[in-house]
Structures are given as structure tokens and as C-alpha cells.
Nanobody, 122 residues
Framework: QVQLVESGGGLVQAGGSLKLSCLASGRTFSSYAMGWFRRTPGKEREFVAAITWSGDWASQANSAEGRFTISRNNAKNTVYLQMNNLQPEDTGVYYC???????????????WGQGTQVTVSS
């Protein structure tokens, strides 16, 4: 199994920034790619961004374009989500997830973290 622990969430004012971290442990050799998802009030869990551990592929949602950046540090088994210009609609629980292949859908992710709360005040 792969264990995932998110951190870095919190309360920020609109226009502010946060950097989320996701530490992977356990059978990390089985992890090919990592993704960030979020669940905002009244919505289903939605994709935010994803990246392979090799760095040869990355993807992000339109809502993240130009504001969020996903990156990874292989030596630390950690994936990051830098979020800038946060808006109240970004409020929600942010989850990281691990996939054993290049993911094309949410069901491609095998392991999930518990999530970290992000709250953006207006």
C-alpha cells in the first residue's frame, strides 16, 4: 500500500497563496503518478492537477490554469500544489492521490490521503 499525508491547508484571504504538500510512504515504487483533487461545497470531488514522478507528464484543470502549479520532489517522496490568487470558490478539502499508471480518470487512482482543508475568505 501507499500512504499519503497532506499538509499545508489553512485559512487565507482572497488573493492569497498556500502551498500544499503530500508525503508518500510505503510501497512508493508502485506509484507512477500523483494527483490533487478537491471537494468544494455542493460539488463532487474534482480534478485539480496531476504529475508523474518522472516529471515527463503533467496535467491540470482549467480552473487551476495560471494559478496553481504542481511539482514533485522525488528525494522527499513529496508532491506539492502551489496555489496563488486563491478565491472563495477554491474553498474545500484538497486530497492527493496516487496512481500506478498515467491517469486519465479519477478511478485510475489507487490510494488517497485524508485531505487538508483550504478556506479562502472574501
Amino acid at each position: 500500500q501507499v500512504q499519503l499525508v497532506e499538509s499545508g491547508g489553512g485559512l487565507v484571504q482572497a488573493g492569497g497563496s498556500l502551498k500544499l504538500s503530500c508525503l508518500a510512504s510505503g510501497r512508493t515504487f508502485s506509484s507512477y503518478a500523483m494527483g490533487w483533487f478537491r471537494r468544494t461545497p455542493g460539488k463532487e470531488r474534482e480534478f485539480v492537477a496531476a504529475i508523474t514522478w518522472s516529471g515527463d507528464w503533467a496535467s491540470q484543470a482549467n480552473s487551476a490554469e495560471g494559478r496553481f502549479t504542481i511539482s514533485r520532489n522525488n528525494a522527499k517522496n513529496t508532491v506539492y500544489l502551489q496555489m496563488n490568487n486563491l478565491q472563495p470558490e477554491d474553498t474545500g478539502v484538497y486530497y492527493c492521490a496516487s496512481s500506478s499508471k498515467r491517469p486519465s480518470a479519477i478511478y485510475d487512482y489507487n490510494y488517497w490521503g485524508q485531505g487538508t482543508q483550504v478556506t479562502v475568505s472574501s
